[in-house]
C-alpha cells in the first residue's frame, strides 16, 4: 500500500521510519516543509524529518503551500492509498485530504478530543494530567477534529519531562499508525465521532507560559519547569553580585511541609536549591544562567553563590 507521509518536527521521525520498513506500506512521497534560517547566522537548516526522508532514500517535497496545483499534481500522479500526517505544522486543505483512495490519517499526542492543537505534550504536564496518550484518527477540515480510529494512553510519570514524555508519545504513535491503517485498508477501522463537548485546547507556547510566578503552588512551578525542559525552559530572575539576571530552572523536584516567602530560598544543600512556594518548595537542581551554559545546582553556586534569604522572583 503506497503512502504519502506529511511531517516536519522530530515528534514524525519514529512514525516515518516505522512506515518505511513496514512490510505492508512503501513510502512514496514525503512533504516536508521548507528548509529554515535557524542560529544567530541563520544558516539554513532542513527539518529533522527531511534528513531522514533523505537517509531512508524517499522522494521529498518542500512546497510553500499546498495549494500550489504542482504539488498537489505530483501526488495525485503517485496514486497514494494512504496520507499519514505527523507533526507537519501546516493545515491540509480538502483537496489534499482526499487525494488518497483510503483517506489521511494523523497520529496526535493526547487523548482526544482533550488537548487538540499544537502543544498537547506540554499542556498536559503543565496542567498536572496523571495520563495521557496518542490518537489515530481519520482526518477532516477542523483541527484535530476527526474520527478516531485507535488510541491508547500512558501514565505521566513523576520523572517525566517533555523531552522523555514526547520521545514516548513518538514512539507509541509510530506502532499505533500501522495498526490503524491496516484495520482501515481492510474495511475492519471503527471511526468514532469525537465528543466535542469534551474538547479541550492545547496553545501554543508563548514567552509568558515560560515565566515562573513563584505564587502559585509548589506543584505548579514544578511542572512548568519540566513541560519546558529542554527547551524553551521555565525562567525568573535572581539578583546577582554584578545585577539582576535571566536564569532558567531546567530540571527540579518539590518537597512538602517547608514554608517560607514565595521564591525565597530557604535551604541550599547537596539536593539543590530549595525555594519556598505556597504549600512547599521546588528543589532547583539544574540551571541556566542567561548567555551561558546548563549548570548544575552544584556548578551554579561555585560560580554564583547564593545565600539562604534570597529570593528569585518573576520580574524585577
Given at each position: ?5 506529511f511531517?516536519t518536527?522530530?515528534f514524525?521521525c519514529p512514525?516515518?521510519r516505522?512506515?518505511a520498513?513496514h ?9 516536508t516543509?521548507p ?15 527531511k ?11 518542500q512546497?510553500?503551500?499546498?495549494k500550489?496545483?504542482t504539488i ?7 496514486r497514494?492509498?494512504?496520507s499519514?500526517?505527523?507533526a507537519?505544522?501546516?493545515i491540509?486543505?480538502r483537496?489534499?485530504l ?16 482533550k488537548y487538540?492543537?499544537?502543544a498537547?505534550?506540554?499542556?498536559a504536564?503543565?496542567d498536572g494530567?496523571e495520563?495521557t ?8 477540515e477542523g483541527?484535530d477534529?476527526g474520527?478516531?480510529?485507535?488510541q491508547?494512553s500512558?501514565?505521566i510519570r513523576d520523572?517525566d519531562?517533555?523531552?522523555t514524555?514526547?520521545n ?9 499508525i ?5 484495520l482501515?485498508a481492510d474495511?475492519?477501522a ?5 465528543e466535542n463537548k469534551?474538547?479541550s485546547?492545547?496553545q ?5 507560559d515560560?515565566?515562573?510566578f ?5 506543584r505548579r512551578?514544578w511542572?512548568?519547569i519540566?513541560a519546558?525542559y529542554?527547551g ?10 554584578k545585577?539582576?539576571?535571566m536564569?532558567?530552572?531546567l530540571e527540579a523536584?518539590?518537597e512538602r511541609?517547608?514554608s517560607g516567602e514565595?521564591?525565597?530560598i530557604i535551604?541550599?544543600d ?10 512547599g518548595a521546588?528543589?532547583?537542581k ?10 548544575s ?6 560560580g554564583y553563590?547564593l ?10
Open positions: 500500500m503506497k503512502i504519502v507521509f511531517g518536527a522530530d514524525a512514525t516515518l516505522r512506515l520498513r512490510p505492508s506500506f512503501e513510502v512514496v512521497g514525503v512533504v516543509q528548509d529554515r534560517p535557524k542560529g544567530r547566522a541563520g544558516k539554513l537548516t532542513p527539518p529533522p524529518v534528513l531522514l526522508a533523505l537517509d531512508l532514500h524517499c522522494k521529498v517535497f512546497p510553500e503551500s499546498l500550489s496545483p498537489l499534481s505530483q501526488l495525485k500522479y503517485m497514494p492509498d494512504f499519514v500526517v505527523v507537519f505544522g501546516k491540509l486543505q483537496d489534499a482526499d487525494l488518497p483512495r483510503h483517506g489521511s490519517f494523523n497520529v496526535h499526542a493526547s487523548l482526544l478530543p487538540r492543537g499544537p498537547p505534550i506540554q499542556r504536564i503543565m494530567c495520563e496518550g496518542v490518537t489515530i484518527m481519520k482526518m477532516d483541527l477534529t474520527d478516531i480510529v485507535l491508547q500512558t501514565h520523572t519531562n517533555y523531552e514524555l514526547h514516548r508519545l513518538s514512539e507509541m504513535g509510530a506502532e499505533l500501522g495498526e490503524a491503517l491496516l482501515a474495511g475492519r471503527r471511526f468514532i465521532p469525537q469534551e474538547a485546547y492545547a501554543k507556547i508563548t514567552r509568558d515560560e515565566l515562573i513563584w505564587e502559585t503552588s509548589k512551578v511542572n512548568q519540566r519546558l529542554p524553551p525552559g521555565a525562567y525568573c530572575h535572581i539578583q546577582l553580585e545585577g539582576p539576571r536564569v532558567k530552572l523536584d518539590f511541609f517547608v514565595a521564591g525565597e535551604k541550599i547537596k539536593e539543590g536549591i530549595h525555594v519556598a512556594s505556597p504549600k521546588v528543589i532547583v539544574e540551571l541556566q544562567l542567561e548567555g551561558k551554559k546548563k549548570m545546582a552544584a556548578e551554579f553556586l561555585r553563590p545565600k539562604v534569604g534570597q529570593r528569585f522572583v518573576s520580574k524585577l
